[in-house]
């Protein structure tokens, strides 16, 4: 059979089995054994028990379980399960707190700093949002906060956890397209933090302009400056996580792997300092770790087995010919797969986007001139940093993913922690101008590729 | 965290694997503190503990699936499946899992003499500490993917004569926060 008819009946095939509820992992799996079935036809498939082209499903997913970065993503869910089951994040927020009530829109900048810095932490959503929603949402609600911004704010600096390092959608698009990870979470910083600056920033913009969304707190002593600096050891101890997982892996001790795992001794040791330590928080913290793992691998195991087998059957060389094909100038094809990325983030899963279409759109993108690539040329100085780029642009464009209806994974967790006549349509509403501020920085990034290149190594 | 509960001998098999199994996660964590210990205050790396961490990772990718197909819990749509009766329910549950044991089956066929081969060969990973990864975890993979169908078909089994619930995605993220 052609790769032609075999790439639309895969196509077909994707969304027939996502629609009947197929675990998603399982139906990329069962599609690598059908795309080799039509490209080989069963006589070769079948021939002789225990070889032939099948071969790849197994090797593709020994090759990730042996490749070491992979380890760090249990290491981060575990430390991120940790953290959610200790009382550190609240501590942060009553610190930061102290520092900045009396300003307006006060505890909507405390809840993005305190994502900004607990994204630096850890590299993966959903825990940071249910905890903002459990902290921050009731105290923004108590003083007559907007809803909508309280919750935009919550949802939105909450999804920075994939976009500052450590970050799992970098180590997975790392690992599958063989760029430096290292190089990828150096990208990111300037990015990221332009991203949660741009939220701080529209908080205080919106909260001036509007002054009765953000009400001060009524009465009350004056904080004093003693009172400010009694509440700095509540930042400390994230400060600390912060340091000696970045620091681990800036100041060249250890790998990325290595220093997930000294995130998770670091926060094993705050939380045994904090009186916290019990051998029920230290088992459910591992249950969770256990299923959190099981679920997104399988989904990266068939993930990877069909990317093998459409590889083998040539399906990217026939994709990327017909992307190419269009002759569309070079914009025209980045702006597609900015659109193909954001429609797909919103329908699926970002490892499945992450394994099944970049090994389709990266060769094409390294294949595009690369002075044409942003409006000043900047990655002709370093052509083999465009994959780490176009790295960032992707990750920039799973923040909208996370934030779009109908299944924007955000505003699932939040509703989870929100008061009950919060419903998910107000949710996704409150949603907007954060979405607008993404979509905006990611045009940054495309149409200035320096945003990400300032730490870059040369 | 609210369990699934273990209905048959099978559940049973793979919550105690996983009970055991779990614990290899915070292993990993305290071999690497004890390697970077070594490292940068005795000076003396070590040569085991990088090839340790991937062969015990690699046990806890696979086996973690078994369990969270237990559970129920892998990843999956349910619009249009909460949508449709009972009986539609049954049908699509039983495509999903029919083409669940054509992958496990696939993989089986084409994977079974290299895992084979390597087991019998007790063929070793060729590096310092050189343990027996491809040896063990090749088989694993053979393992596992059958256990996961067993269990894919217990389910279909035992979920048959349940009642239709809904799956609010909402619902569902509570529930993990209740414990």
Redesign the interface.
């Known amino acids: 059979m052609d790769i032609g008819t075999i790439s639309l009946i895969l196509l077909i095939g994707i969304f027939v089995l996502l629609a009947i509820g197929m675990p998603l992992g399982f139906a990329s799996g069962f599609l690598a054994v059908a795309v080799l079935m039509m490209k080989f036809g069963p006589d070769l498939l079948f021939r002789s028990f225990g070889t032939g082209p099948l071969n790849i499903l197994a090797q593709r997913m020994y090759g990730l379980m042996t490749d070491y970065v992979l380890i760090s993503v249990p290491l981060f869910i575990f430390m991120a399960c940790l953290m959610e089951r200790s009382n550190i994040a609240k501590a942060m927020f009553d610190s930061l707190n102290v520092w900045l009530s009396r300003t307006r829109g006060g505890i909507a900048i405390v809840t993005a700093i305190m994502a900004i810095i607990m994204a630096a932490m850890s590299g993966i959503i959903g825990g940071e949002i249910v905890l903002l929603g459990l902290i921050a949402l009731p105290n923004m609600l108590r003083l007559g906060y907007n809803q909508n911004l309280a919750i935009g704010t919550i949802c939105a600096s909450g999804s920075l956890g994939t976009m500052i390092p450590p970050s799992i959608v970098l180590i997975i698009y790392g690992l599958v397209t063989e760029t430096s990870i290292h190089a990828l979470f150096k990208a990111a910083f300037v990015p990221g933090f332009i991203l949660g600056g741009c939220y701080i920033a529209y908080i205080i913009f919106r909260t001036q302009m509007n002054p009765e969304q953000a009400p001060l707190p009524k009465g009350g002593e004056d904080v004093t400056m003693a009172d400010k600096l009694r509440a700095l050891p509540g930042l400390l101890a994230p400060l600390f996580v912060v340091t000696v997982v970045l620091g681990s892996i800036y100041g060249g001790f250890t790998g990325i792997t290595e220093a997930a795992g000294m995130g998770v001794v670091a926060v094993l040791i705050l939380i045994t300092l904090r009186g916290e330590l019990s051998w029920p928080l230290f088992k459910e913290a591992l249950m969770r770790t256990w299923k959190s793992t099981g679920t997104i691998l399988w989904i990266t195991f068939g993930a990877t087995a069909l990317a093998g087998a459409y590889t083998i059957a040539g399906g990217p060389t026939y994709v990327a010919n017909l992307i190419i094909g269009t002759e569309l100038p070079t914009f025209g094809i980045l702006l597609l797969m900015m659109v193909i990325f954001l429609i797909l983030g919103a329908l699926m899963d970002w490892v499945g986007i992450v394994l099944l279409v970049m090994p389709v759109f990266l060769p094409i993108i390294l294949k595009l001139p690369v002075e044409e690539l942003g409006l000043t040329g900047a990655l002709v100085a370093a052509p083999s940093f465009v994959a780490v780029w176009f790295g960032i642009l992707f990750c920039v464009n799973m923040q909208v993913s996370f934030l779009s209806p109908p299944f924007g994974p955000a505003a699932f967790y939040l509703k989870s922690v929100a008061p009950a006549h919060i419903t998910l349509p107000d949710i996704f509403r409150g949603f907007l101008p954060f979405i607008a501020l993404q979509l905006v920085v990611l045009t940054l990034v495309l149409l200035f590729p320096e945003i990400t290149m300032i730490f870059r190594s040369s | 965290?609210v369990?699934h509960p273990a209905e048959t001998f099978m559940d049973r098999i793979s919550i105690a694997i996983?009970r055991v199994?779990?614990?290899l996660?915070?292993l990993?964590?305290v071999i690497?503190?004890y390697?970077?210990v070594m490292r940068?205050v005795f000076e003396r790396p070590t040569l085991w503990v990088?090839e340790m961490?991937?062969w015990t990772?690699?046990g806890?990718?696979?086996?973690?699936?078994?369990?969270?197909m237990q559970?129920r819990?892998?990843?999956?749509?349910?619009?249009?499946?909460d949508m449709v009766s009972r009986n539609w329910?049954r049908a699509?549950?039983t495509?999903?899992t029919v083409?669940?044991v054509?992958?496990a089956a696939?993989?089986f066929?084409?994977?079974?003499?290299?895992?084979?081969a390597k087991l019998m060969r007790w063929e070793t990973f060729g590096t310092a500490w050189d343990p027996p990864?491809?040896a063990t975890?090749?088989p694993l993979?053979?393992v596992t993917i059958v256990l996961i169908a067993v269990q894919?078909v217990v389910n279909l089994i035992v979920d048959w004569k349940k009642e239709k619930q809904v799956h609010d995605?909402?619902e569902e993220?509570?529930e993990?926060?209740i414990?």
Do not use: C, T
């Open positions: 965290m369990e996983s199994a779990m614990f996660v915070a990993i964590v690497m503190f390697e970077v940068y990088n961490s991937l990772a690699g806890v990718y696979l086996l973690a699936g078994l369990y969270v559970q819990g892998h990843i999956r749509i349910f619009i249009l499946y329910q699509f549950d495509i999903s083409l669940i054509l992958f696939g993989i066929w084409g994977g079974f003499n290299e895992a084979w990864i491809p975890m090749k993979i053979l894919a995605l909402v993220v509570k993990e926060l414990d």
